[in-house]
T-cell receptor, first 111, second 116 residues
Framework: KQEVTQIPAALSVPEGENLVLNCSFT??????LQWFRQDPGKGLTSLLL?????REQTSGRLNASLDKSSGRSTLYIAASQPGDSATYLC??????????FGGGTRLMVKP | EPEVTQTPSHQVTQMGQEVILRCVPI?????FYWYRQILGQKVEFLVS????????KSEIFDDQFSVERPDGSNFTLKIRSTKLEDSAMYFC??????????????FGPGTRLLVL
């Protein structure tokens, strides 16, 4: 059974710092990996999707990498801003077309 | 930009009552999903739906749950006899005009269900 783990569970940084969020998964037979953002009490917003054949994807200040063989992904956020404060979720798509989610990293960026 | 919508945003019900959660997926999507998130826990997959039938379901999705696409736009989740442990945020998602393995799933804002 696929298990997805995210560390750290919480992170507090001053504005302007570059930061890295980590995600690991136990079964490397994935179709893709997605990073989502969740604001308190709200839905999930898709940030980046990396296909299993890709190594990384970039969108603005966000860069996500994927090492499928070792079961790891990182989300790099450059020049963090207070508006980046949210919970970041990593999810992998397995056979059966279901997403398996990690527990999230709760990020606080202080002005 | 098209988005997934869900109604109601909040629902309070008594244990044993039936609830129906409603979703309007993005119009040209072919795959539909329900997930739930119990407070403080991970988002969990419940069921996927394609071509008017369930394509996959988790062990959570027992006989008390059912899904339906009654018309061309709505997608519903019914819980027949709610339990206290059904209290959670329920997310609808839709995705894929083609191969779902290559496309993201778009999530709605959720329905917060509280069972008393």
């Amino acid at each position: 059974k696929q298990e997805v783990t995210q560390i750290p569970a919480a992170l507090s940084v001053p504005e302007g710092e570059n930061l890295v969020l980590n995600c690991s998964f136990t079964d490397s037979a994935i179709y893709n990996l997605q990073w989502f953002r969740q604001d308190p009490g709200k839905g999930l917003t898709s940030l980046l999707l990396i296909q299993s054949s890709q190594r990384e994807q970039t969108s603005g200040r966000l860069n996500a990498s994927l090492d499928k063989s070792s079961g790891r992904s990182t989300l790099y956020i450059a020049a963090s801003q207070p508006g980046d404060s949210a919970t970041y979720l990593c999810a992998v798509l397995n056979a059966g077309n279901m997403l398996t989610f990690g527990g999230g990293t709760r990020l606080m960026v202080k002005p | 930009e098209p988005e997934v919508t869900q109604t109601p945003s909040h629902q309070v019900t008594q244990m044993g009552q039936e609830v129906i959660l409603r979703c309007v997926p993005i119009s040209n999507h072919l795959y539909f999903y329900w997930y739930r998130q119990i407070l403080g826990q991970k988002v969990e997959f419940l069921v996927s739906f394609y071509n008017n039938e369930i394509s996959e379901k988790s062990e959570i999705f027992d006989d008390q749950f059912s899904v339906e696409r009654p018309d061309g736009s709505n997608f519903t989740l019914k819980i027949r006899s709610t339990k206290l442990e059904d209290s959670a945020m329920y997310f609808c998602a839709s995705g894929a005009r083609g191969d779902p393995r290559g496309e993201t799933q778009y999530f709605g804002p959720g329905t917060r269900l509280l069972v008393l």
